[in-house]
């Protein structure tokens, strides 16, 4: 199984940046909800989550129909590879790992088409066609933002990459990270009748309910109908559930948490290019993807580590392990605390 979901020692004083949750916090609207509704676990929740998938269809735009509820996003990575006939899969890499472990679990084939760092870990139309063409995929895995590399596209280059292969190809868009972006949803494809499109969000990040396990996925009603037919009961808790009727509730928290992301990723991703023996690439979501030029992340991690910082190091990232590491956005406070460590650590290793 993949090691990820935060620093797992004993250290009680580690500040833990492996982790990508929103530095503001949990919404008060949401609190207040979980907190009323704490006399309501004495009794089984819908089955099907109904009335949370009503108030996410209104607040999105799109049918009930269209939507389906998971415990967490990784509950619906797995069960979109176990509704449809296995087949072969393109997966967009470097990126989550999980993609690899459900389809292999599902008994899908799958090839990782690994973009290149020079282009900043962009595809374009030209090379996925070429792709496509080796390998006659049917199915897409792409995420966006990209975890760990953070790489954003619009919504228009989106409409370009789908639209350059043929309908019958599935896309799987992880947009766990969007909404920490301004760019626009593929929800919107859904909207206009795209049937060939699954599109995963996290509402885990974002939100800062890790603990709560909530997530849900936009596709065409025919698409939704096949996981709904393997999918198990009752998998969404009564306070999930409540959570997810009052998650788009609070428009000012979710702006606020925009501006907040988009201005501190560029004082951070400044201060880190001032930092010798490191290099750090250009994010559209709430972390940054960071290469070490001359030295193994192993050390860098205990040197951290011995400083109270912990990072996510890329040893299961085929193309970054033992060089490139990640970092989230946190508060103000603590991302001078990194940036400091950071600067001491790789000052100290030039001196050695």
Not at 154 to 161: A, C, I
Not at 207 to 227: E, N
Not at 235 to 253: G, H, M, Q, R
Request: with cysteine.
């Amino acid at each position: 199984m993949n090691q990820h979901g935060g620093y797992t020692g004993d250290n009680k004083n580690i500040l833990d940046f492996s982790i990508n949750i929103n530095p503001l916090g949990m919404p008060q609207t949401i609190r207040q909800a979980l907190h009323s509704a704490l006399d309501e676990v004495d009794i089984y929740p819908e089955i099907d989550g109904k009335s949370a998938k009503h108030a996410l269809a209104q607040a999105l735009g799109c049918y009930e129909n269209q939507l389906i509820l998971g415990n967490g996003a990784s509950e619906l990575i797995y069960l979109f590879p176990r509704s449809i006939t296995p087949g072969k899969a393109l997966i967009l890499s470097p990126t989550f790992n999980e993609y690899k472990r459900a389809l292999t679990l599902n008994n899908w084939t799958y090839t990782p088409f690994y973009l290149k760092k020079e282009n900043g870990f962009r595809i374009e139309v030209e090379e996925l066609v070429k792709a496509y063409e080796s390998h006659r995929p049917d199915v897409v895995y792409i995420c966006n933002p990209n975890n760990p590399t953070g790489t954003l596209y619009s919504l228009e280059v989106m409409k370009k990459l789908i639209g350059s292969l043929p309908d019958s190809v599935l896309w799987f868009i992880d947009e766990s990270f969007i909404e920490f972006t301004e760019e626009e949803s593929c929800d919107q494809l859904v909207r206009d009748g795209w049937k060939n499109i699954f599109i995963l969000r996290s509402l885990t990040k974002f939100f800062a309910l890790p603990g709560l396990r909530l997530g849900y996925a936009i596709a065409s009603k025919a698409m939704i109908t096949k996981l709904n037919r393997y999918k198990e009961p009752w998998t969404i808790n009564t306070l999930a559930l409540v959570a997810a009727e009052k998650i788009y509730d609070d428009s000012e928290y979710i702006q606020k948490t925009r501006d907040y992301i988009r201005k501190e990723r560029q004082r951070v991703f400044r201060e880190f290019q001032n930092i010798n023996g490191i290099i750090p690439y250009p994010s559209g979501a709430d972390f940054h993807l960071i290469a070490l030029e001359n030295n193994n992340t192993d050390w860098l991690l205990k040197a951290l580590n011995e400083k109270n910082i912990h990072i996510r190091t890329c040893e299961d990232f085929h193309g970054l392990e033992g060089t490139h590491f990640r970092v989230a956005i946190k508060s103000i406070e603590d991302n001078n605390r990194l940036i400091k460590a950071l600067r001491e650590v790789m000052e100290a290793s030039h001196e050695a």
